[in-house]
């Protein structure tokens, strides 16, 4: 099925530093959500956007909703170690309601 | 808790068998979503509910996948005559309703097809 582009696959970081990751889609999306998942468990929500070129943040975490509407960034400020996880970007396009995903950023951070 | 729940979290079954994965959507929410995620990749969308109705099943990859929610809260996800193939993570989410866009997932049914 349809996916969108998710980067990088994965980051290796130490503790403190800032992380960015992206995601693009040769379609228009009307929302763009991101999650993180931890093993075995769900997707959590994090960040949602609704309008192009909106900027939203969450504590440390702080998103963007591209202008072409074709792509999202996810930036963390000042990593901890509990920021390890598998985040995912996911799209919405117009009238619809199944989210599309991405395959998903694995981060890891070094002690 | 007031999160979606899903049981069981855990479910071995052996190839040709029948299975029954349920949902319990946060209280209130009106829109319940099913979707399946293969190890290493992003869920990808199976079916959506409106209340009781399906409102969109074009992401049930064959007809031996169904669903059901009959009173407009719990909801089933069927398949029948498991593959091998089905193995994977069923995770269901739900949103407060038609036309929000924020989706709350559940822990996952992890599914393996012997």
């Known amino acids: 099925g349809q996916q969108l582009n998710q980067s990088p696959q994965s980051m290796f970081i130490q503790e403190g530093e800032d992380v960015s990751m992206n995601c693009t889609s040769s379609?228009?999306?009307?929302?763009w959500l991101w999650y993180k998942q931890d093993p075995g468990e769900g997707p959590v929500l994090l960040i949602a956007l609704y309008k192009a070129g909106e900027l939203t943040s969450n504590g440390r975490l702080t998103a963007q909703f591209g202008i072409t509407r074709k792509d999202s960034f996810l930036n963390i400020s000042a990593s901890i170690p509990s920021d390890v996880g598998i985040y995912f970007c996911?799209?919405?396009?117009?009238?619809?309601?199944?989210?599309?995903f991405g395959q998903g950023t694995r981060l890891t951070i070094n002690p | 808790g007031a999160g979606v729940s899903q049981t069981p979290s855990n479910k071995v079954t052996e190839k040709g068998k029948y299975v029954e994965l349920r949902c319990d959507p946060i209280?209130?929410?009106?829109?319940l979503y099913w979707y399946r995620q293969s190890l290493g990749q992003g869920p990808e969308f199976l079916i959506y509910?409106?209340?009781?109705?399906?409102?969109?099943d074009s992401g049930l990859p064959n007809d031996r996948f169904f669903a059901v929610r009959p009173e407009g809260s719990v909801s089933t996800l069927k398949i029948q005559r498991t593959e091998r193939g089905d193995s994977a993570v069923y995770l269901c989410?739900?949103?407060?309703?038609?036309?929000?866009?924020?989706?709350?997932f559940g822990p996952g049914t992890r599914l393996t097809v012997t």
């Open positions: 379609s228009i999306f009307n929302t």
């Open positions: 509910f409106q209340g009781t109705g399906a409102a969109d």
């Open positions: 209280s209130g929410h009106t829109a």
């Open positions: 996911a799209g919405l396009e117009r009238g619809a309601q199944k989210l599309v």
């Open positions: 989410a739900s949103s407060l309703r038609q036309g929000t866009y924020e989706q709350y």
